[in-house]
């Protein structure tokens, strides 16, 4: 079992900046990779950004690309996502995943938190 615990949402205008991080727990969750995904009111669940917690390679959506960054902390068990240049459009629910793979589709993930809100409004 792995437990996702997301922090760091907030409200911010557009152009500003927030970190979300993501703590994991749990017997194996490093041999997953991590992944954020965001739900925007009336639309459906979509990736963000992946990264293995083996090697770090990481991959992005390309809607973030640019803009957002994630990383992790081994040593924390933590998966950050610094997000940069916020749009209104970034506004939504954001959620941690643990799947095994680097994947962007939703159903490879095993574990998702509980999420974490994000406003871009000025």
């Known amino acids: 079992q792995v437990q996702l615990v997301e922090s760091g949402g907030g409200l911010v205008q557009p152009g500003g900046s927030l970190r979300l991080s993501c703590a994991a727990s749990?017997?194996?969750?490093?041999?997953?990779?991590m992944g954020w995904f965001r739900q925007a009111p009336g639309k459906e669940r979509e990736f963000a950004a992946v990264?293995?917690?083996?090697?770090?390679?990481?991959y992005y959506a390309d809607s973030v690309k640019g803009r957002f960054t994630i990383s992790r902390d081994n040593a924390k068990n933590t998966v950050y996502l610094q997000m940069n240049r916020l749009k209104l459009e970034d506004t939504a629910v954001y959620y941690c995943?643990?799947?095994?793979?680097?994947?962007?589709?939703?159903?490879?993930?095993?574990?998702w938190g509980q999420g974490t809100q994000v406003t871009v409004s000025s």
């Open positions: 995943a643990a799947g095994r793979g680097l994947a962007a589709d939703a159903r490879r993930y095993d574990y």
């Open positions: 990264i293995t917690w083996i090697g770090g390679t990481t």
């Open positions: 749990g017997r194996t969750f490093n041999s997953y990779a």
